[in-house]
């Protein structure tokens, strides 16, 4: 990688990376199972709506908190929007793409088609962030793409639309993440202002979205309302859209846009072989399963590469202040004889 994102990487401690990248791993996994539960086994009927109301609570948590002085970002003028761009747009389809995929793809497969976020992202920074990748992390993330091909080519239960919106919502991703990681070094927002105004400046648009297409008088309407375990799931879903927002935000503070791809990818692991035993949509077959092998091994190949790059470079930095010692000591003991 660049020097420029070495040198940002050296700021933040070891401990601060592990912790927020574990947290975003956990984060992720619960929500996409919590919204498999509402949109699939509850089937609600408006994924517009779900992501409304995970804007909501983190609008309601953050304001809350900045009331309190827990949390500090600047108030809204009409300089936030300038900042902001073009984040909020990036947001929402990644928000509202990721709803729909969820819903409509089994969840072994929707995790193997999340792996092109690696490529995508990896892509953008290329030319965003002008950044360079070694080759050994190049062939990684083919294996991973070559491994979801595999396994995406027996899906029986193909659909032009639900891969449409996942393929959506890779590029939302890997955008949002690059773009993300811009925006937190601007003066005045931070991590929680980037939280906040996503949310401020997308979920009335969102709204007027849904009540247009119906999608709001559908979850309205809703005959689920009633049973306490769907509004636990419901609520559930709500506050763990703000924790998940909060621990992509968290990560690309301490680490990369790319790291918190990598995170995503670790995580995967763990849903996609999980999803073959829970669930009730996956269907299986051995070439589904050997690619979802070699999608995952590849990550954990490109996973590994990654976060051992950074040891590797402090190794070659103490070789090489060895060979100058010892380079030193040689000079001035010929010097002495």
């Known amino acids: 990688m660049s020097a420029p994102a070495g040198q940002e990487a050296a700021e933040h401690s070891g401990l601060h990376k592990f912790v927020s990248a574990v947290f975003y791993a956990g984060s992720?996994?619960?929500?996409t199972v919590v919204n498999k539960t509402v949109l699939t086994s509850f089937r609600f009927p408006s994924y517009m709506c779900l992501g409304i109301g995970q804007m909501i609570t983190t609008l309601v948590v953050l304001y809350a908190a900045k009331k309190r002085k827990t949390v500090q970002f600047q108030d809204f003028d009409k300089s936030v929007l300038l900042k902001m761009f073009p984040l909020p747009l990036l947001y929402v389809g990644n928000h509202i793409t990721g709803l729909a995929s969820?819903?409509?793809?089994s969840l072994p497969m929707f995790t193997v088609l999340r792996k092109f976020t690696i490529l995508m992202t990896m892509i953008l920074e290329i030319y965003i962030?002008?950044?360079t990748f070694p080759k050994r992390l190049v062939y990684s993330v083919v294996a991973i793409i070559f491994g979801a091909m595999v396994a995406a080519s027996s899906d029986l239960a193909f659909d032009v639309e639900s891969y449409t919106f996942i393929l959506l919502n890779d590029a939302f991703t890997a955008a949002s993440g690059v773009y993300t990681k811009k925006k937190l070094g601007i003066e005045g927002l931070g991590k929680y202002g980037v939280l906040?105004?996503?949310?401020?400046?997308i979920v009335?648009?969102?709204?007027l979205a849904s009540a247009f297409t119906g999608d709001l008088h559908k979850a309205v309407t809703f005959e689920d309302w009633v049973k306490a375990t769907f509004i636990c799931c419901f609520l559930m879903s709500c506050f763990m859209g703000f924790v998940l927002m909060y621990s992509i935000v968290l990560c690309s503070h301490y680490n990369s846009a790319l790291t918190t791809t990598v995170v995503g990818a670790i995580k995967n692991v763990a849903v996609a072989f999980i999803g073959i035993f829970v669930g009730g949509d996956y269907?299986?077959?051995?070439?589904?399963?050997?690619g979802l092998s070699?999608?995952?091994?590849?990550?954990?190949?490109y996973s590994y590469l990654t976060f051992n790059?950074?040891?590797s470079g402090k190794n070659t930095e103490g070789t090489q202040e060895l060979k100058i010692h010892i380079a030193e000591d040689l000079k001035e003991k010929y010097s002495a004889s």
């Open 129 to 131: 962030l002008r950044k």
């Open 102 to 105: 969820t819903k409509k793809l």
């Open 28 to 31: 992720s996994f619960l929500i």
């Open 283 to 290: 269907l299986f077959s051995w070439t589904n399963f050997l």
């Open 309 to 311: 790059n950074e040891t």
């Open 196 to 201: 906040f105004y996503n949310s401020l400046i």
């Open 294 to 301: 070699i999608c995952m091994s590849g990550g954990l190949v």
């Open 204 to 207: 009335i648009p969102t709204l």
